[in-house]
Structures are given as structure tokens and as C-alpha cells.
């Protein structure tokens, strides 16, 4: 069912600008140098039966902010910088039932990516964009009857996403923002991002987040 829904997803992204790209005439228009995105995502771990034990839910639910820059008009660098935790009861070793005993876990993930965004035409309404790059994930179980357990997992992650541009639904907004604060673009950008991570000392953070934004390109 998740497969089938991440190809929907994925066909969702690039059937229309695809196909409209074969027909429309490419204009100048200034190119962006920079971008910044504030951002919401669903996480679901891999392994979500151990998550879900714990912590209630096999999802967490980050938070955070993204820079970005662009090198060549349609290739960009992006630093991803998250935030998340969730409080849960630790289960007992022999009986493996829950036991009073609370702990918090705290994620932070940066992630360092390779973008490339298929931006063809002027003031392109649905602009799809695939990545690739590097993780790396801070983590600490508060436990708040025995020592805390902190250490970082690293790997690498894809993406994949859509943005809408917003300028299109009031362009006089876009010329006030031009003009006041050099903002170029202005997106809702949707993604689905897929990460592998090592899973040694007993905790796998592996998974697949959904997550929404705005962002901006200046």
C-alpha cells in the first residue's frame, strides 16, 4: 500500500510539467541565488512495531528550517537542520510489558543534499525536484530514573517533490515582495524523502517522511 502511494506520488510530481514543457516557449526571468524553507514533516520508522511499543505511535513528527543555493540555475545545495522528540515508557526486559519508568527521546537530523528542480518555464505553476545526500542524526533517550543515552547515526537519504508556486494566485504580491525584500518565489513545496540509516547499538532510524513548507527563493 505505502509503494503504491509513493508511485502516485511520484507521477503526481512530473506527469504535468513533463508534458507541458514539450509545447511552452522558455522566457528569461531572473534567476534565484538562494533559498530558505520552513518545513513540517510525518516521520514513519522502519521500525515502527518497536517505535509504536514505546512511544505509542510509529511516527514522529519534526520540525525545521533549510538553506539553500544555486550554483547553476536548476541544481542546488541544500543544509536541512531538524527537530524532534517524544515522550515514552520504557518496557520491561523479561516481561516486555510497559513500565512506569519515562523517557524522552530527542532527534535532531542535518542532512546536506544535492537538489536538481525542473524549472523549464516562466513562472512554472508545479515545479518537481528529485534529491540525493548525506545524513547526519543527533539522538538522546532522556531517562529520568537511570543515565542518559545519547550518540548519532549517519547515512544518506532521496527525496522527492513538488512545489506550487504562490505567486501565481496574487502576482501583485510577488512585485511588493520583489521590490521591499528581493523575495524572487514564493512555494508551498510538498516532499517525500526516504532515509537509510545505520542501525548499530540497537537503534534503527530508518524511514520515510512526508512533510510540507514554504519556501522562499531570493
Known amino acids: 500500500m505505502k509503494r503504491a502511494k509513493m508511485i502516485f506520488f511520484l507521477l503526481a510530481i512530473f506527469l504535468p510539467v513533463l508534458a507541458g514543457a514539450q509545447k511552452s516557449k522558455k522566457k ?12 513540517y514533516q510525518f516521520y514513519f520508522f522502519q ?26 540555475r536548476n541544481l542546488g545545495i541544500n543544509l536541512n537542520i531538524g527537530y524532534a522528540q517524544k515522550l515514552g515508557y520504557a518496557k520491561g526486559v523479561l516481561t516486555g510489558e510497559t513500565s512506569g519508568e519515562k523517557l ?5 537530523p ?63 504580491t510577488r512585485f511588493t515582495l520583489q521590490d521591499e525584500f528581493g523575495i524572487e518565489n514564493v512555494f508551498l513545496h510538498l516532499e517525500v524523502r526516504w532515509c537509510w540509516l545505520e542501525s548499530g547499538d540497537g537503534l534503527d532510524l ?13
Do not use: C
Request: hydrophobic share 35%; charged share 25%; no cysteine.
Open 104 to 108: 524522552r527521546l530527542i532527534l535532531v
Open 206 to 218: 530508518s524511514g520515510v517522511g512526508y512533510s510540507a513548507g514554504i519556501m522562499i527563493e531570493y
Open 110 to 172: 542535518v542532512q546536506l543534499e544535492l537538489n536538481y528542480r525542473f524549472d523549464f518555464l516562466e513562472e512554472q505553476l508545479l515545479v518537481p525536484s528529485v534529491g540525493v545526500g548525506g545524513d547526519w542524526w543527533y539522538y538522546k533517550e532522556r531517562k529520568y530514573e537511570e543515565e542518559d543515552v545519547e550518540g548519532d547515526k549517519s547515512g544518506w537519504h532521496a527525496s522527492a517533490g513538488l512545489s506550487i508556486l504562490l505567486d501565481r494566485i496574487d502576482p501583485t
Open 28 to 39: 528569461k526571468e531572473p534567476k534565484s541565488n538562494f533559498s530558505s524553507q520552513l518545513w
Open 47 to 72: 521500525q515502527e512495531d518497536a517505535f509504536k511499543e514505546i512511544y505509542g505511535r510509529e511516527y514522529f513528527e519534526p520540525f525545521g528550517i533549510s538553506f539553500g543555493g544555486y550554483p547553476l
